[in-house]
């Protein structure tokens, strides 16, 4: 969708923004194609169970449940923080994914830490049925495959490509897909941009920039600033953002386009990557701060 720029008080620069958000009701943007070949990989090694990671209002738990759900596989979500077990129907999120039919295994934030370690996922394997395992956030070799496929045939359109990066798997994709004359610019969702080795994991291209100056303090932290931004950007354009990943990310470019960092009259291509799931949960902390909420 092109984004009315003057509408913003810009001129001179193209935005356009893919609506991943749509592709699914409930496996959405990027963690649709994350999950697409790693579901068909489950399939052909004959897995009927999948088992993941995640916290209280993670977006990838909330897409894993509702694709077991859809497409005929059990599913397991190990979640960061033991008390969250009491308020599984205070969490919208958590209610989601065991309406689906996942089953909660709720570990300290001690022993999540050492999720990736192999004893860790032995005693997983003892503990239940042989499973396909999917990392925290999705990110593997099949998601960034998936990945790749967000820009479609529009490689040659543009001139930046944008997006929101948390684990850094969709940026990866973009990145291998991307052409070397192209800048392709994550917004980090979380302080840091260590995601750059991630993505060098995958491909040798350097076409791309991480920045953490739009992340207002940390993983899932928000403010008014970004609260008011999120609505007034719902209101001129009827696209709702989450306070996550994308809603940071938009605001950040805005920034920039004002602050002249892309080149004049320049095409730029941003991606919607969903989550709009936690969106719920966000105005929970919010209202409990007396805080204004997100429309």
């Not at 991943?20 to 990989?41: C, T």
């Not at 990392?135 to 070799?141: H, L, R, S, V, Y």
């Not at 995958?202 to 970004?226: P, R, V």
Request: with cysteine; charged share 25%.
């Amino acid at each position: 969708m092109k984004i009315d720029l003057s509408k913003h008080g810009i001129t001179g620069y193209s935005l356009v923004l893919k609506r991943e958000d749509l592709l699914h009701p409930f496996v959405s943007g990027n963690k649709f194609r994350k999950l697409k070949y790693n579901i068909l990989a489950a399939k052909e090694q004959k897995h009927n169970t999948l088992l993941t990671f995640g916290g209280a209002f993670s977006n990838h738990i909330a897409a894993v449940a509702a694709a077991g759900k859809e497409w005929g596989f059990k599913t397991i979500g190990i979640i960061r923080g033991e008390e969250l077990e009491r308020k599984i129907s205070e969490n919208t999120t958590l209610s989601f994914a065991e309406e689906c039919g996942m089953q909660l295994h709720f570990i300290s934030r001690e022993h999540y830490r050492h999720k990736d370690e192999t004893k860790f996922l032995n005693n997983l394997k003892n503990q239940y049925e042989d499973f396909y395992l999917l990392p925290e956030g999705g990110t593997n070799a099949l998601a960034v495959k998936g990945c790749e496929e967000i820009l479609g045939e529009i490689n040659d359109s543009f001139d930046y490509i944008c997006v929101p990066i948390g684990t850094g798997g969709t940026m990866a994709g973009l990145v291998k897909a991307s052409n070397i004359n192209q800048q392709v610019l994550g917004f980090s969702a979380l302080k840091g941009t260590f995601q750059a080795s991630e993505i060098e994991k995958y491909t040798s291209k350097t076409n791309f920039e991480i920045t953490d100056k739009y992340c207002f303090g940390g993983y899932g932290k928000i403010d008014i600033d970004l609260i008011r931004f999120i609505n007034e950007f719902k209101e001129k354009t009827n696209i709702p953002l989450d306070p996550i990943y994308t809603g940071k990310m938009m605001y950040g470019i805005m920034d920039l386009l004002k602050k002249g960092y892309f080149k004049e009259n320049s095409r730029i291509f941003a991606v919607h990557t969903g989550g709009l799931q936690g969106i719920a949960g966000m105005n929970q902390k919010l209202k409990k701060k007396n805080l204004p909420i997100i429309e």
